[in-house]
């Protein structure tokens, strides 16, 4: 892999730096040292590889407490990590955010039903005008959320791991009113459980009315089987495409699925007598025995009792104990986080780790970062960032730990760059290999994104709201982080090229293009 985008930026400018430059560098070159000088090459591999990018705080805190301290800490973080106050205003200040799925849902609705009630056609489409923008402003709260704590959360490796979890297990925004459930989707059925055990992922996502309405699901009833959730859970979410399911399994486990729905009317559906035990309802989960085939079932070779909402459990049972499970998350992880393509020994090892531990996902992780193949992989490293994660890993580099105020640029170059948060439109998620980020489109859409962050605070610090004042903000990338350490990662070309910025600006643009960067 070869990029070269460097020169093409700079050979037209002057190699001369005018005096504001030289002084402006000059007071750089002075910033106190963010005590880094030991720090080897592969210990910035390893921090972009674990987390959304290298800062000078994290290569601080990295360097004081050791390697293996920090892989700890990321692998086993607090059950709830502290953000910075100023985040935790910034997300405590959104609406919804302390709601749950049952409340947003039925709060929307009746809204979305009152305004196609309107009997005036201008305040009608007005009504509805205000009824959709707040459905759009919901998914951009929680995106914001999202991107706020990726930027800002002590527990990065969680971090990393969420988006991972939710491109995974991926639902588009824009269908149906996926948008006022999105953030809740993240926050309750991803996080808590992103490097837990993987059959209580499964379980949370399937439990949540998001995934429910995106593979349609609320429509599979007894006599209109909907198989759509059924055979992605197969393909994409456990076993994996050619893994040896047949469509007779994936007709079984749509009529096990059967009865599972939403349901965001204050009152019980009306049922038979002998059914109303069995009906189950959390927030607007639902499972509703009228609805559900109770014929018995023969599931990959097993046969489950037709029994209501149990034969769930046993179905889910079975398929996070597939060996093609195991193989199919740990390619899967290993492709994220270690090369497009992982080594085979690794992934057989991470497998049978999935496998002895009942899928516990951080024990699996472990076995990923301390095996010798991941260490081979931070000395050369080939793993190209995908959008998201070149975003992340430039806002965090030019600006640490000082809080932007508006996540909206954010949201608007990841779109640029189509891997925009919560757009995908189908189950599979956005690829994980690099051929897909490449392109020259992509790269040209990257170095203006470069140019605006490292040019200054780019509306990052100006809030969303009116009448706001953009506050004074520089990136300060050229720093002793730089000079003490980071030097060693770049190639003679690189540095070259930087040595002929003719402003600090020109210098952060520089390098936030460089091909050491893009990895």
Not at 462 to 474: G, H, R, S
Not at 481 to 498: G, I, M, N, V, Y
Request: aromatic content about 8%; charged content about 20%; proline content about 7%.
């Amino acid at each position: 892999m070869v990029i070269r985008p460097i020169r093409s930026l700079h050979a037209k400018r002057s190699s001369r730096l005018s005096h504001c430059a030289r002084i402006a560098a000059l007071a750089l070159l002075a910033t106190p040292a963010v005590n880094a000088a030991e720090l080897k090459a592969t210990d910035f591999a390893l921090m972009d590889r674990l987390t959304w990018g290298v800062t000078p705080s994290a290569a601080e805190h990295l360097k004081a407490i050791g390697t293996d301290r920090w892989i700890e800490e990321q692998l086993h973080p607090p059950a709830v990590a502290p953000l910075p106050p100023s985040v935790v205003a910034q997300i405590e200040a959104m609406p919804d955010v302390n709601k749950l799925p049952f409340d947003i849902a039925n709060a929307f609705d009746q809204q979305g039903r009152s305004a196609n009630q309107v009997a005036d056609p201008d305040q009608k489409k007005a009504a509805q005008q205000v009824f959709q923008q707040a459905m759009n402003d919901r998914a951009r709260q929680a995106a914001a959320r999202t991107i706020l704590r990726a930027l800002y959360a002590p527990d990065q490796l969680r971090e990393r791991m969420v988006w991972f979890w939710f491109n995974h297990f991926n639902v588009h925004q824009y269908k149906a009113n996926i948008r006022v459930l999105v953030g809740d989707y993240v926050d309750r059925a991803i996080r808590p459980y992103a490097m837990g055990h993987f059959r209580d992922l499964l379980s949370a996502t399937l439990h949540h009315p998001a995934m429910l309405r995106y593979l349609d699901n609320a429509d599979n009833a007894a006599g209109h089987i909907n198989e759509n959730y059924a055979r992605e859970i197969m393909e994409l979410h456990t076993m994996g495409v050619g893994s040896g399911y047949t469509q007779s399994d994936v007709e079984e486990l749509a009529r096990i699925l059967t009865g599972v729905g939403i349901d965001t009317r204050p009152e019980d559906p009306k049922l038979k007598p002998e059914l109303q035990a069995q009906l189950v309802r959390e927030g607007a989960f639902e499972f509703n025995p009228a609805r559900h085939d109770y014929g018995d079932k023969t599931f990959l070779g097993h046969t489950i009792k037709g029994r209501g909402l149990a034969e769930i459990d046993e179905a889910l049972d079975i398929l996070c104990r597939q060996p093609a499970t195991a193989a199919h998350i740990s390619q899967k992880l290993a492709t994220y986080f270690v090369s497009d393509m992982p080594p085979p020994a690794l992934v057989q090892r991470m497998a049978e780790k999935f496998q002895k531990t009942d899928g516990d996902l951080t024990a699996v992780l472990s076995t990923m970062v301390r095996a010798p193949e991941f260490t081979a992989s931070l000395k050369s490293p080939t793993k190209f960032k995908d959008s998201v994660q070149y975003v992340m890993s430039a806002v965090r580099m030019a600006y640490d730990n000082k809080v932007i105020l508006n996540t909206n640029p954010i949201q608007n170059w990841l779109n640029r760059l189509a891997e925009g948060l919560f757009n995908h439109q189908t189950p599979d998620g956005y690829p994980l290999t690099s051929a897909t980020w490449i392109g020259p489109g992509q790269m040209m859409v990257r170095f203006e994104i470069a140019r605006q962050i490292g040019s200054g605070s780019a509306g990052l610090f100006k809030p969303d709201v009116p009448n706001a004042t953009d506050q004074p903000a520089f990136p300060l990338i050229q720093n002793a982080l730089f000079f003490e350490s980071l030097r060693q990662t770049l190639s003679p070309t690189t540095l070259a090229a930087l040595d002929q910025a003719v402003s600090p600006q020109d210098w952060n643009t520089l390098f936030l293009s460089s091909p050491e960067f893009m990895q």
